[in-house]
């Protein structure tokens, strides 16, 4: 069983930092591709940042490149999303999500993540 549990969202200056964890249950890192997604209102759920830590592949969507990076601590099992530089465009609920066990497809298509966090909200004001 997957279990996600976001953290750490709140309210920044455009041009701060925030990081936000993910606490990630068991042996998931080793099985599943691991995402940050993010949704803001009124627009559908996209895949800013994801790893796959079995084959190494990243991917990062193009507004977020060289401002947002993921990682994990594997000793807290827990995977981070590290933001630099902040925009008030960045504002959305922010997901962490793990995809559905040997999924070999594009880490950018949502449909391929079965497991989600609750969310955290990030509000980023000018």
């Known amino acids: 069983q997957v279990q996600l549990a976001e953290s750490g969202g709140g309210l920044v200056q455009a041009g701060g930092s925030l990081r936000l964890p993910c606490a990630v249950s068991?042996?998931?890192?080793?099985?599943?591709?691991l995402a940050w997604s993010r949704q803001a209102p009124g627009k559908e759920r996209e895949i800013v940042a994801a790893k796959s830590w079995i084959n190494t592949s990243t991917y990062y969507q193009n507004p977020v490149k060289g401002r947002f990076t993921i990682s994990r601590d594997n000793a807290k099992n827990t995977l981070f999303l590290q933001m630099n530089s902040l925009k008030p465009e960045d504002t959305a609920v922010y997901y962490c999500?793990?995809?559905?066990?040997?999924?070999?497809?594009?880490?950018?298509?949502?449909?391929?993540?079965?497991?989600w966090g609750q969310g955290t909200q990030v509000t980023v004001s000018s």
């Open positions: 999500a793990a995809s559905r066990q040997g999924y070999t497809g594009s880490l950018a298509y949502t449909g391929a993540y079965d497991y």
């Open positions: 068991g042996r998931t890192f080793s099985r599943h591709i």
